[in-house]
């Protein structure tokens, strides 16, 4: 490992976000008409039409607005975008009745889909907290906050811990089964800790301090693998595991069997989300002002785990999931598994200095820039096969968005950064 070659990485990396990514969604994602954010374009980047605007795609628009321009791109326009996506947000998602925003909405901010789903307002109070923290507009973090108090009252589960997470427009519980009403997930708590972090980065509060120590507890102790440390999706209420299904209104339908479940049903774990996890645990342990060393047997056995297991180190890139134990159970390559473990990795480095998570992250690194990115319009290809051959084209969709690609240039930035500062 060289100086020379890290600022070569780095480099490269900015080039991608300042002159492919970026440009990218500041001429296309603004609707001008209807407002809020357009997210469905083909792999010519050209607008498919698709008549919605889903919580979780203008959620991660306006976070993604938000944290470019808190990062210091842009020269300010990004400040704009954020604020013309919180307008949308807050003027059209939201339930005046029953609060809480709705799931689904068409181009012009008419309700398709009324339910509240908290992988969804996971993703609110993440953006509304970072768009206050970028911006300095209050409607952001009073909307996150309110949103924070609603899952408290309605999605607690006071006897075995955790939230629920799939409501009708109501707040009542949806039923078991492919509505959800009956599982708890790791995506969804995960994605907790990731917004509690943020909200109480903007707040301060004591509240928020005690539900992100709280839910870390949850994710540490209840939520991966007790021996693995690895990621486990589902569960039934009193945390016992769950086989995982396809939801009706939610994530992961484009992963599925027809049938709507998956070949090992207990047995399967994602490297993505098992390094994502890792890096927000780290970074909320920073913003808590408390040592990651406190944790670092559990970040070694998950790091490791993902070197071992989930990088290909004859194509480069990725896998997507396999045993908890090891091995491999899909060599797909999808996108958002690449940005969160080229965090990740780099994160590994700084903690330990053990050069393969170096080697590892060099490895991702060179397999997105040479097969995932879509170099005739600067964004990422959905899914890729073994050998980085595109298998989905599309550039945008409510499930493939900027919150992933863009997000993972700027983290890797910083902490090459931070890794050229200590050579």
């Not at 600022?7 to 407002?35: C, T, Y």
């Not at 990740?344 to 060099?362: C, G, K, N, S, T």
Request: some cysteine; proline content about 2%; hydrophobic content about 35%.
């Amino acid at each position: 490992m060289n100086k020379k070659e890290v600022l070569k990485l780095k480099e490269e990396a900015q080039n991608h976000l300042v002159n492919e990514l970026l440009p990218f969604w500041e001429s296309r994602m603004i609707d001008e008409k209807n407002g809020g954010y357009i997210t469905h374009f083909d792999k010519d980047g050209k607008d498919t039409g698709e008549d919605e605007k889903s919580l979780i795609a203008q959620t991660r628009c306006l976070y993604t607005a938000s944290s470019v321009h808190r990062a210091g791109y842009g020269d300010g326009r990004f400040a704009g975008m954020a604020k013309h996506g919180a307008d949308f947000l807050i003027g059209k998602m939201w339930d005046n009745e029953n609060e809480g925003f709705y799931w689904m909405m068409d181009r012009k901010g008419n309700v398709k889909i009324d339910r509240k789903i908290i992988y969804g307002h996971s993703f609110a109070i993440y953006a509304l907290s970072e768009y206050t923290l970028s911006t300095g507009d209050p409607r952001g973090i009073e909307y996150a906050q309110k949103v924070f108090d609603l899952i408290q009252k309605y999605c607690t589960d006071t006897m075995y811990g955790g939230y629920w997470e799939m409501f009708h427009r109501d707040w009542t519980l949806c039923g078991p089964g492919s509505q959800g009403g009956d599982r708890k997930t790791l995506d969804v708590h995960m994605h907790l800790m990731e917004a509690f972090t943020t909200l109480y980065e903007c707040t301060g509060r004591d509240v928020h301090h005690r539900k992100l120590l709280e839910v870390i507890d949850l994710l540490l102790y209840r939520i991966i693998h007790p021996k693995y440390k690895t990621g486990i999706p589902q569960f039934f209420k009193n945390w016992e595991i769950a086989p995982q299904i396809k939801f009706e209104t939610i994530w992961g339908w484009d992963r599925f069997s027809a049938e709507g479940q998956k070949a090992n049903l207990t047995d399967n774990t994602c490297y993505g989300h098992n390094a994502e996890f890792a890096w927000l645990l780290i970074h909320a342990l920073d913003i808590l002002k408390t040592n990651p060393d406190v944790y670092a047997d559990v970040f070694r056995t998950i790091f490791d785990h993902t070197v071992n297991n989930g990088i290909d180190y004859e194509y480069g890139g990725v896998f997507v999931e396999g045993s908890h134990a090891g091995g491999v159970y899909d060599m797909e390559k999808e996108f958002w598994q690449q940005a969160e473990v080229l965090t990740a990795l780099l994160d590994a480095y700084i903690m330990f200095r053990d050069p393969v998570y170096w080697e590892a992250y060099q490895n991702v690194h060179r397999f997105v820039m040479d097969k995932v990115v879509n170099k005739a319009v600067g964004e990422w290809y959905p899914l890729l096969t073994r050998k980085g051959e595109p298998i989905w084209t599309h550039m945008g969709h409510s499930w493939k968005i900027n919150y992933h690609t863009v997000r993972s240039m700027i983290q890797s930035i910083q902490r090459l950064d931070k890794i050229l500062q200590s050579m």
